[in-house]
């Protein structure tokens, strides 16, 4: 099994910047293209003025770095207005924040809300409007309608990588630990579930809708020696209930989904030897990434701690940019138009890798990869 090393920063792919709070509603043009204008929507989740986990904030900025430059170039077909709306966490009020940008006359809208893909793809459908999920990329949301396309990497890859890891390393009795809150790791927990029943291999899955200070709290220290290694699919609070388990099992195998400085600081010493799946700077396309990453720091004046979120996020908007440019007048409506030459990307030389759409809508080209924190 290959694993690759990574230190405690190479793990982040950059240094971890501040984040940049936009209204929840904004129009953003640029001179240079002559073209007619098109308006491209985007939807993120918002909390009380902070973004959650995922920070939908650094997507939205890379989107914004790509129309900006798109808008620059007189070569454009078109002008783009990229329109910014706020969601809450559990996606209620979606429907309306649709409602409202189907109103200005949007062609495409970028949802990366996994619930929410799933609440709006019959009305998108419905609307002639495009919708695009750069966050997810699975099974379940491949099959909701023809214009629905899914730009990143598989999520049932990644529940592949980890469940090869246990094989291979000959581990058994593994208890994951997941978030219900977070729609993609509910969804990572599931496809490993099958993973696991496929493989014969002893999972058990413990959900949790707030996890306790006290991991112990969740998961009593009798059950706990049940298990000979963990996995944790949640957010930075997850770092704790490493801490606790290692207290107990110096020596266990502990598994994560991506890891951030602050998982890192609330873990501690846990996290030396932490097994985790993701996608850095290493990963991407080197020289891409370096102008990619001088660019958001130029124009942001922090870099993204979500490396591999928004690097997808830039692809994706990138991909359907284009998409438009080739787009010829005489096709009949846009988003048909449109539609068929997104149908036909293959091995577009993105910042994370050769993307490829499929013809049930999703991608192929960009993987995940198992990291071992040495530090």
């Not at 900006?68 to 007189?74: C, I, K, L, P, T």
């Amino acid at each position: 099994m290959n694993v690759k090393a990574a230190s405690s920063l190479a793990a982040l792919g950059l240094l971890v910047g501040a984040f940049l709070i936009l209204n929840d509603q904004a129009g953003v043009e640029d001179s240079g293209s002559t073209g007619p204008e098109i308006r491209i929507g985007w939807i993120g989740t918002v909390s009380e003025g902070q973004r959650k986990y995922f920070h939908d904030q650094e997507s939205l900025n890379a989107v914004l770095l790509a129309v900006e430059s798109y808008n620059r170039r007189v070569t454009s077909s078109f002008r783009v207005k990229l329109l910014v709306e706020g969601i809450d966490e559990d996606a209620s009020g979606i429907q309306s924040t649709y409602e409202n940008m189907v109103s200005q006359n949007i062609k495409v809208l970028l949802v990366n809300h996994y619930e929410g893909t799933i609440l709006l793809a019959e009305r998108a459908k419905q609307d002639d409007i495009i919708l695009v999920n750069s966050a997810h990329n699975d099974h379940h949301l491949e099959s909701l309608n023809e214009n629905v396309f899914l730009i990143g990497k598989r999520t049932e890859d990644l529940s592949g990588l980890i469940a090869d890891d246990i094989i291979y390393r000959e581990l058994s009795k593994i208890l994951f630990v997941y978030s219900e809150q977070d729609n993609f790791m509910k969804r990572i927990a599931e496809e490993t579930e099958d993973v696991c029943m496929k493989t014969g291999l002893q999972c058990a899955f413990k959900p949790y809708q707030v996890l306790p200070d006290n991991f112990l709290d969740l998961v009593p220290e009798s059950e706990l020696r049940q298990f000979h290694s963990f996995a944790f699919l949640g957010g930075d609070e997850t770092g704790h209930a490493m801490k606790a388990v290692k207290e107990i099992f110096p020596f266990a195998p502990i598994y994560s989904v991506g890891v951030s400085e602050k998982l890192i600081q609330n873990a501690g010493k846990a996290t030396a030897g932490l097994f985790y799946v993701g996608f850095t700077a290493s990963d991407a396309n080197r020289e891409m990434t370096k102008e990619f990453t001088v660019r958001y720091f130029t124009k942001f004046k922090s870099y993204p701690a979500m490396f591999w979120k928004t690097l997808q996020a830039y692809d994706a908007i990138n991909i359907i940019l284009y998409s438009l440019n080739t787009v010829e007048s005489g096709e009949g409506k846009l988003t048909d138009g449109l539609k068929t030459r997104l149908s036909s990307i293959e091995n577009f030389n993105g910042v994370t890798g050769f993307i490829t759409m499929l013809p049930e809508g999703s991608s192929r080209g960009v993987y995940w990869n198992l990291y071992q924190l040495a530090n």
